[in-house]
């Protein structure tokens, strides 16, 4: 029996595994991370093109049953079975992560890789076919979001197979995909907690000008006690964060991003409040206002921004003094 919560959905579709495994370039020195192995149909395939496998697997009966499967062939002592919650649970050293994983943790293990350490090769996953598309997004795109902003920040995303909701036993009620995400080596040096807060601005009404975004009573508010803040304790920033700090943010931002309801912090834009005009004018909101003219910013949405516009927006604001952390 299946449950339901645990996105227990196994693949039966012996030739769609073979084609993840070639896909995903396992080397023989590879140590493989699986997630959720399931009854162990594709964990039974990394063991053969990889040194060994560490497969973490949240439901006690699949990890038994799991071990049963391989007890007693030459595949069981190159297999590590780690039972738990793949979130909570602290993970080891690997090269490669190849998974086929329940869809409702998506967010938070996408940012938990991408913030574990030493960073590994890649990782080639199944997702829901809606996250695909919105880690693939670019400038434009209908599902360019907050999401793909900082994963492509932070990794190299490619869309590699898609995979009708019949591979799958019992079949989900949508569509997958596969994906590679290989992390960028050097990380971009920015500070993610900065990005991130001027992305999640940004986006949250991504078709709104930012112009109007930044004329905001809310937005101008929360700025200028940031603003108030830094001035206060004379703290001088360099503009990047060391490496553990970044890892920890990213890793905080899994949980901020919902996996199936990715709008949720896109606000409608009819329902944009109405406070810009109430925002009283200020020598901030001038000081936050040129810094926009200064790029030419202004009449630019979210929507259409590249990570390269960001950056240079990020390092506008920074300069005139105006954090977003
Ligand atoms: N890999 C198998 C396959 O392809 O046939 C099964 C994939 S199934 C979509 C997801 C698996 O992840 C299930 O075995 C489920 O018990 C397990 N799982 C669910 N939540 C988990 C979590 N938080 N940590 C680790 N494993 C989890």
């Not at 929360?222 to 553990?244: C, M």
């Not at 009283?280 to 030419?296: A, C, T, W």
Request: with cysteine; hydrophobic share 40%.
């Amino acid at each position: 029996s299946f449950h339901k919560s645990k996105g227990q959905h196994i693949l039966k579709n012996p030739l769609l595994v073979d084609s993840i495994v070639q896909k995903s370039g396992i080397k023989p020195t590879d140590t493989v991370l699986e997630i959720g192995p399931g009854t162990g149909n594709l964990t039974k395939k990394l063991l053969e093109a990889g040194k060994n496998v560490i497969a973490v697997e949240l439901d006690p009966r699949m990890v038994l049953e799991l071990q049963r499967r391989f007890q007693g062939t030459p595949l069981s002592n190159r297999l590590k079975v780690i039972q738990g919650d793949v979130l909570k649970c602290d993970l080891p050293y690997f090269d490669i992560c190849v998974a086929n994983i329940p869809y409702q943790i998506s967010s938070p293990l996408t940012f938990k890789l991408l913030a574990h350490r030493p960073l590994f090769r890649c990782a080639v996953i199944m997702f829901q076919r809606e996250f695909a598309m919105r880690l693939v997004a670019q400038p434009g795109d209908t599902l360019y979001c907050r999401l793909s902003v900082n994963t492509q920040l932070l990794s190299r995303i490619s869309h590699l197979l898609k995979v009708g909701r019949n591979n799958f036993r019992p079949p989900p009620k949508v569509d997958s995909s596969v994906v590679r995400i290989e992390p960028r080596k050097p990380l971009p040096p920015v500070n993610f907690k900065e990005w991130d807060g001027l992305v999640r601005i940004c986006f949250n009404r991504k078709n709104k000008t930012l112009g109007s975004i930044f004329r905001q009573k809310s937005v101008l508010s929360l700025l200028e006690k940031n603003y108030k803040t830094l001035q206060a304790l004379q703290l001088s920033q360099d503009g990047s964060s060391n490496d553990a700090e970044m890892a920890m943010a990213v890793s905080a931002l899994g949980n901020t991003l919902g996996d199936l309801n990715m709008d949720a912090d896109e606000k409608d834009d009819e329902e944009m409040d109405l406070d810009d005009a109430n925002a009283k004018s200020s020598e901030f909101k001038d000081k936050v206002l040129n810094v926009l003219k200064q790029g030419n910013f202004e009449e630019r949405r979210a929507s259409k921004l590249a990570q390269a516009d960001f950056m240079h927006l990020l390092s506008l604001f920074n300069k005139a003094g105006i954090h977003f952390s």
